[in-house]
């Protein structure tokens, strides 16, 4: 990969750009996914998503030389991709359906937790340190304070979304684990988009086989709805992926980090600002200590993770505590 300019040689101003662009554009896509599945059926609506965005990436990685793919390396997208989009957002789309977008991207937000549990019950990893630990816990603290009724005044979680909510962060964190030996592209990007075509048709065949497409008809797309869609593909999936990309490679992990904290706190302030989602003291309690439980992790895990994985999806939940990628994208 070629030689790129360091945080110092980048214009700031572009800096500042990709950055609000990570942080507002991935933050509004739990509201963005809230408003599209109003009018479309869920695992449809981010099987379209996915796949139409993992095309046009594929097309462009392609178009600028990037080696044409292996067979191994379709499994190994398979198998990451359905893990990654179609259990994991597919069971987020699915599950805000019922459950508030801000509710649900705190949910989500607990996947470092995930992983940081399922690498070292898989033996992957050494015991996690006390600031992880303590971390870990409060972040299941907060999570139970978030689905914990919220006595006469306030609402509560619809349960079986919550455990829907709870699987996919699941999901997500072990196909993130998985990425790290799948056998996949050296190009992050391309890898990612074989993602996205994958997972995108695993999306499409499972709301196919649970009866999905009677429901679905052009003509009952609600404008917003559409428009949402629109959103999720070009910029929740293509613009947020390559300003994700470009600040990996011209600033520091400890910068890219706070994307992780802040994106759950961007999509609480839409959802109340956009969509009428209450906004209760236990809500806002429950934000401060997930978000805090998520930086504690951050800040304490680096030197527990061994080698990152090679594509974008998964790098999102990994790259705070991953200095120099395999791939290299800091190259």
Same mark, same amino acid.
């Given at each position: 990969?070629?030689?790129?300019?360091?945080?110092?040689?980048? #214009?700031?101003?572009?800096?500042?750009?990709?950055?609000?662009?990570?942080?507002?554009? @991935?933050?509004?896509?739990?509201?963005? !996914? %809230? $408003?599209?599945?109003?009018?479309? #059926?869920? $695992?449809?609506?981010?099987?379209?998503?996915? $796949?139409?965005? &993992?095309?046009?990436?594929?097309?462009?990685?392609?178009?600028?030389?990037?080696? *044409?793919? *292996? %067979?191994?390396?379709?499994?190994?997208?398979?198998?990451?991709?359905?893990?990654?989009?179609?259990?994991?957002?597919?069971?987020?789309?699915? +599950?805000?359906?019922?459950?508030?977008?801000?509710?649900?991207?705190?949910?989500?937000?607990?996947?470092?937790?995930?992983?940081?549990?399922?690498?070292?019950?898989?033996?992957?990893?050494?015991?996690?340190?006390?600031?992880?630990?303590?971390?870990?816990?409060?972040?299941?603290?907060?999570?139970?304070?978030?689905?914990?009724? +919220?006595?006469?005044?306030?609402?509560?979680?619809?349960?079986?979304?919550?455990?829907?909510?709870?699987?996919?962060?699941?999901? @997500? +964190?072990? &196909?993130?684990?998985?990425?790290?030996?799948?056998?996949? =592209?050296?190009? #992050?990007?391309?890898?990612?988009?074989?993602?996205?075509?994958?997972?995108?048709?695993?999306?499409?065949?499972?709301?196919?086989?649970?009866?999905?497409?009677?429901?679905?008809?052009?003509?009952?797309?609600?404008?917003?709805?559409?428009?949402?869609?629109?959103?999720?593909?070009?910029?929740?999936?293509?613009?947020?992926?390559?300003?994700?990309?470009?600040?990996? *490679?011209?600033?520091? /992990?400890?910068?890219?980090?706070?994307?992780?904290?802040?994106?759950?706190?961007?999509?609480?302030?839409?959802?109340?600002?956009?969509? &009428?989602?209450?906004?209760?003291?236990?809500?806002?309690?429950?934000?401060?200590?997930?978000?805090?439980?998520?930086?504690? !992790?951050?800040?304490? %895990?680096?030197?527990?993770?061994?080698?990152? /994985?090679?594509?974008?999806?998964?790098?999102?939940?990994?790259? =705070?505590?991953? =200095?120099?990628?395999?791939?290299?994208?800091?190259?």
């Amino acid at each position: 990969m070629t030689e790129t300019p360091s945080s110092h040689e980048a #214009p700031r101003s572009l800096v500042i750009l990709a950055f609000a662009s990570v942080y507002f554009f @991935w933050g509004g896509t739990f509201l963005a !996914i %809230r $408003f599209a599945v109003q009018t479309i #059926p869920p $695992f449809l609506m981010a099987g379209i998503r996915h $796949f139409t965005a &993992g095309l046009i990436l594929y097309a462009w990685t392609r178009f600028r030389g990037v080696p *044409r793919p *292996r %067979r191994i390396h379709w499994r190994g997208a398979a198998i990451v991709g359905g893990l990654l989009l179609m259990c994991g957002n597919g069971g987020v789309s699915w +599950a805000e359906q019922k459950v508030p977008s801000g509710i649900a991207a705190l949910m989500v937000a607990t996947i470092p937790l995930w992983m940081v549990l399922i690498n070292w019950m898989h033996g992957d990893s050494k015991r996690p340190s006390l600031g992880v630990s303590l971390g870990i816990v409060l972040g299941f603290a907060g999570t139970a304070l978030l689905v914990l009724p +919220a006595g006469k005044t306030g609402g509560h979680i619809d349960l079986l979304s919550a455990l829907e909510l709870t699987i996919a962060s699941m999901c @997500w +964190a072990a &196909g993130s684990l998985y990425s790290r030996k799948a056998h996949l =592209p050296d190009s #992050p990007l391309l890898a990612t988009a074989m993602e996205m075509i994958s997972g995108g048709l695993l999306l499409l065949l499972f709301g196919t086989a649970i009866g999905e497409w009677p429901k679905f008809h052009w003509s009952l797309i609600s404008l917003r709805s559409g428009l949402s869609l629109g959103y999720l593909i070009v910029f929740g999936s293509l613009v947020g992926f390559t300003a994700y990309i470009w600040i990996l *490679r011209v600033s520091t /992990p400890a910068h890219v980090s706070t994307y992780a904290y802040v994106n759950p706190v961007v999509a609480v302030a839409l959802g109340s600002a956009l969509a &009428g989602e209450a906004l209760t003291l236990q809500t806002l309690l429950a934000t401060t200590i997930i978000v805090a439980a998520v930086a504690i !992790i951050i800040k304490f %895990r680096t030197e527990q993770l061994p080698s990152g /994985p090679r594509n974008v999806l998964a790098l999102a939940e990994e790259c =705070p505590a991953i =200095p120099e990628p395999e791939s290299g994208l800091k190259s």
